[in-house]
């Protein structure tokens, strides 16, 4: 193909557009994977596995978002680095947990345990303190959440709001995700930092008071 031989005559796979983004973004944005073996293989020029763009996004975040768990395969084989994140602190699994793609999420799971680091990108917050099970209890994905929780999420950790993933996942009225973090012993009686204002919004509940408000 056009990328294959471009890289074979030495096209340098470094050049950024005006936003920072190289060939390899695009191509893990739209889920090339045969483009993404192309500019992550041999050839001239930087590999660019972990450059962001202008706003720290890498090509392994840019699969994560997307689900295209083939060319983030081949990044964690090349060894992008699973703990990258963005300007806002938000790592590659955040996105994957956020998405609901379960895929991804299992894969920079393996790949973090594959170099010792899974503890430390399962307690990785982004710029509000939320970790990657704030992200799947707010959404709903309870499947992610359950491998989150199973991998050693720590399930009573709090966002700059005072908010556990219990707190998340009772205000959006997910039930399932309710239920696999009280099993897992969450703390349903934690108040989070809204506790002293008005009580016109749902959240300065305990948990608990919230799972009876929605009869989840």
Aim: proline share 2%.
């Amino acid at each position: 193909g056009c990328v294959e031989r471009l890289v074979a005559c030495g096209a340098n796979r470094a050049i950024c557009n005006r936003f920072g983004a190289t060939a390899l973004h695009h191509a893990c944005d739209r889920g090339h994977h045969e483009c993404t073996k192309h500019l992550t293989g041999v050839g001239a020029g930087e590999r660019c596995l972990d450059l962001g763009d202008e706003k720290g996004v890498t090509p392994l975040h840019s699969c994560a978002y997307h689900g295209h768990s083939e060319c983030m395969a081949i990044l964690l084989n090349e060894g992008a680095n699973v703990l990258s994140a963005d300007v806002n602190g938000t790592t590659p699994l955040m996105m994957a947990a956020y998405a609901g793609h379960l895929n991804c999420v299992s894969k920079l799971l393996e790949a973090a345990e594959t170099d010792s680091v899974l503890q430390k990108l399962l307690d990785l917050t982004d710029h509000r303190q939320a970790t990657a099970l704030h992200f799947a209890a707010f959404r709903g994905h309870d499947e992610i959440l359950k491998l989150l929780v199973t991998r050693g999420s720590k399930v009573d950790l709090r966002d700059i709001e005072g908010s556990t993933a219990l707190h998340k996942a009772a205000f959006a009225g997910h039930k399932n995700c309710v239920a696999i973090l009280v099993a897992n012993k969450a703390d349903t009686n934690a108040r989070d930092n809204y506790v002293r204002r008005r009580l016109r919004a749902t959240r300065a509940f305990p948990p608990i008071v919230l799972i009876h408000l929605f009869a989840l």
